[in-house]
């Protein structure tokens, strides 16, 4: 009999179904970095000094939980995508190149995540019903900030 169990005692084959959507999360987060950097950089207009810092947070943030994101799939014993090519061509997120405008910026932050939150869903999901308590507390906690942050975005846009 073959062991059905990863190293750490879940189920290979739902370890690699997470890993898989892991991946998928970790490429869309690579484009939603990208874009949050990009706003920092080239924000503009009156807004300037409040955006320019609200948007080092996020991509710091976002540096931290691709960061996780890819640990947790080692963990689970699978390689994470670590080229561009493999990104762009997973990601949902598209690059947002040039933007300059403070409300333009919010919007592709709010887009970002409508992407980034139902592959979150989906994996709690999945990782509730494989037991896999690191990939689901990981997921939950997301889940919580990001609500609040598209609340808090939304009001900014009177949305």
Do not use: C
Request: net charge negative.
């Amino acid at each position: 009999m073959t062991n059905k169990l990863n190293q750490i005692g879940l189920d290979k084959q739902a370890s690699s179904d997470l890993a898989d959507k892991l991946n998928e999360l970790l490429a869309n987060y690579q484009l939603f970095y990208m874009n949050a950097r990009g706003f920092h950089w080239n924000i503009k207009g009156e807004k300037f000094f409040e955006l320019h810092v609200k948007f080092e947070e996020l991509y710091n943030d976002s540096l931290v939980k691709i960061d996780e994101i890819a640990e947790r799939i080692l963990t689970l014993g699978f390689t994470p995508l670590h080229t561009y090519g493999d990104y762009s061509a997973l990601s949902k997120i598209k690059a947002a190149k040039n933007v300059s405008s403070g409300n333009m910026a919010i919007q592709e932050i709010l887009n970002g995540y409508e992407v980034l939150l139902p592959l979150e869903r989906e994996l709690l999901d999945m990782s509730g019903e494989s037991d896999d308590e690191g990939t689901n507390a990981l997921m939950s906690d997301y889940i919580r900030e990001q609500e609040k942050l598209i609340w808090m975005y939304s009001a900014y846009l009177n949305q």
